[in-house]
């Protein structure tokens, strides 16, 4: 029963009211030059050999730079996810992507300062009290600069990304943003943003979900030589830059910069690729039970049994903190924080950006979580994802700002963590085998999701960005390569594919990071361990879950799972023990169709 009434709306106005016509907001971001330039203009007066004091001072300087820049940035993000019209937020937006630009080459210098330093000089200045605590976070930078240009060429490709790279990524943003899809819904023709159609996947009503499939196919067939030229440009400026840089291997800078291995990745994909049998089973018998042979795309989210389940959104708040709670007191207070205090933006309504997402607003120490919330399980199961991405930064508050910095495929963990959390909790509650079933059947679209589709988005952007290397990919192939990769992936269990999955997704032209895909997967079987360890020890799990989550940002990914959960990751076996557990739930959801015939 729900106790409260929660804001379905994010209170943007603490940090600066009117957002992007806050005057008080501009003059933060044109504030942002002169701190910049300052920091350039100390690097520029150090002479080796550099001293503590002097490193010490740099990275000071560079943590309030860095925080204040997240800061923006986290604010417009906000402002244009909520609001697609919002042009005054796109200018403000360009206007921090030159100052971003002209800090990059900033940070270089300093991790240049660093690579210069000798080996013997370097290791016993991290033994000095005022460094040793960002020794992790010293040693990466000072080898990644060894790995890239000069500073004159990387302030260069960083200038040229403004208008480059970077604009490419807003382009994509302007183009989906401004999509409207015309979806009968029942008899009543509606017009809808991507966001709002792509919810409908999960409708009760076959032919609704098909009508919603069909005309998001049909608007991205009609745009498709815009949103190839932008995924070209994209891919053409990153392979430009790896190239000149000397990097062959397009995974090269994903892997650096999820702090991962080549054989973990390795591991993680031949793991799954052994073991999809399963859930081939699991989508041939859901598509039977929807009186198909094989699935088709716009089914795979489709409910089996009865009507699907409705939560609203104050029922899915109540829900999500009840079962926080059953975890950790720390969890469900931070959860019931973020509710009372308007952190999330769920209201559904038109000219919002698709998907969803958290964001850190550093200056304040709060996160904002953005989402579209129809009143589904899979919104409930989002809305507990991106609390799970908040709590991980809150978790860090006690650390230094400059070892907070942690990488994807470990921010994805605890995202899914607490996924896990309420999915299980959700299978725990129901009474009849009818609703266990369709829960049972949500948390393993969570594994086809995770192997098959995300292991699709994989294989897809290996692909173009190979072909990409010989030239510019036409729609007509991009198309190709997404059909071949999703029929691969999901182990031929799909009759009808999403040829435009690659002009309709996000993740394939997020800038920030590339290869926006693996580490959803890698965040998924990792969390389930974690899971496993958290089911054993209970509530007093908690503080070695914050203890976890705090090293995130200061070791590999490898050294992480050895400390905290004893594993080597390399290998295929840690991987497996994770599929195992899905499998467990494909054979609880095979004996569960049997009974009920």
């Known amino acids: 029963m729900t106790t409260r009434k929660y804001s379905e709306v994010w209170d943007l106005d603490v940090f600066f009211e009117g957002g992007s016509e806050s005057a008080e907001f501009e003059a933060f971001i044109d504030a942002l030059p002169e701190k910049v330039e300052s920091f350039f203009s100390y690097l520029k007066s150090l002479q080796q050999p550099v001293s503590v004091t002097q490193i010490t001072k740099a990275l000071n300087i560079m943590k309030d730079v860095l925080v204040e820049i997240s800061h923006a940035g986290g604010m417009l993000s906000c402002l244009t996810a909520q609001n697609t019209k919002d042009t005054k937020a796109l200018l403000l937006q360009n206007k921090l992507s030159s100052i971003g630009a002209s800090f990059a080459p900033a940070t270089l210098r300093f991790q240049q300062i660093l690579a210069e330093i000798k080996e013997a000089e370097f290791i016993q200045l991290l033994e000095e009290a005022e460094l040793k605590k960002f020794s992790f976070i010293l040693t990466e930078w000072r080898e990644q600069a060894k790995q890239k240009l000069s500073e004159d060429e990387e302030a260069l490709i960083s200038a040229l990304s403004v208008d480059g790279y970077s604009a490419w990524g807003q382009m994509y943003n302007l183009l989906i943003g401004d999509i409207k899809v015309e979806v009968d819904v029942d008899g009543d023709l509606q017009i809808l943003s991507i966001g709002q159609a792509n919810n409908l996947s999960a409708h009760q009503n076959a032919t609704v979900r098909k009508n919603a499939f069909e005309a998001i196919e049909k608007v991205f067939t009609e745009k498709e030589e815009f949103f190839a030229k932008t995924l070209n440009h994209l891919a053409g400026f990153r392979l430009t830059t790896y190239k000149k840089r000397g990097w062959n291997e397009v995974l090269q800078e994903p892997l650096q910069v999820n702090r991962m291995k080549k054989e973990t990745l390795d591991a993680m994909w031949g793991a799954i690729a052994n073991n999809k049998e399963p859930f081939v089973r699991f989508l041939k018998i859901k598509a039977g039970m929807l009186g198909k042979e094989k699935m088709d795309w716009y089914d795979l989210n489709a409910p089996i ?184 992936a999901f182990a031929g269990a799909l009759e009808e594919t999403h040829p435009h999955f690659w002009a309709s997704k996000l993740h394939f032209y997020i800038t920030g990071v590339p290869f926006y895909n693996f580490p959803y997967t890698f965040g998924y079987l990792f969390s389930l361990s974690i899971y496993g360890k958290a089911q054993e020890e209970g509530n007093a799990f908690e503080e070695k879950y914050i203890s976890l989550l705090q090293d995130t940002a200061v070791m590999s990914v490898e050294d992480l799972a050895l400390k905290h959960l004893g594993e080597d990751i390399t290998k295929q076996e840690f991987w497996e023990k994770g599929i195992a557990l899905c499998i467990k739930d494909v054979e609880e959801f095979i004996r569960l169709t049997a009974e009920e015939g």
């Open 305 to 488: 049994v009865g009507k699907a389940p409705k939560m609203s959104y104050q029922e899915g708040a109540e829900f999500i903190l009840k079962h926080f709670g059953t975890f950790g007191p720390k969890l469900e207070a931070f959860a019931r924080t973020a509710f009372e205090n308007e952190w999330i933006e769920a209201e559904d309504r038109p000219n919002k950006r698709p998907g969803g997402f958290c964001t850190g607003l550093p200056v304040a120490n709060q996160s904002r979580i953005f989402m579209t919330y129809s009143g589904t399980l899979s919104n409930v199961s989002t809305l507990a994802h991106e609390l799970g991405h908040a709590f991980h930064s809150y978790a860090l508050r006690p650390v230094d700002v400059l070892n907070r910095r942690y990488a994807m495929n470990v921010a994805e963990t605890a995202s899914t963590f607490a996924e896990t959390i309420i999915a299980d909790a959700a299978i725990g509650e129901v009474t009849t085998k009818g609703e266990k079933l369709n829960l049972l059947e949500s948390k393993l679209q969570r594994s086809v999701a995770f192997f098959m589709d995300i292991h699709a988005r994989f294989l897809f952007e290996t692909r173009f960005y190979e072909e990409r290397k010989k030239g510019v990919v036409s729609s007509q192939r991009l198309n190709e390569l997404m059909e071949e990769a999703q029929h691969e």
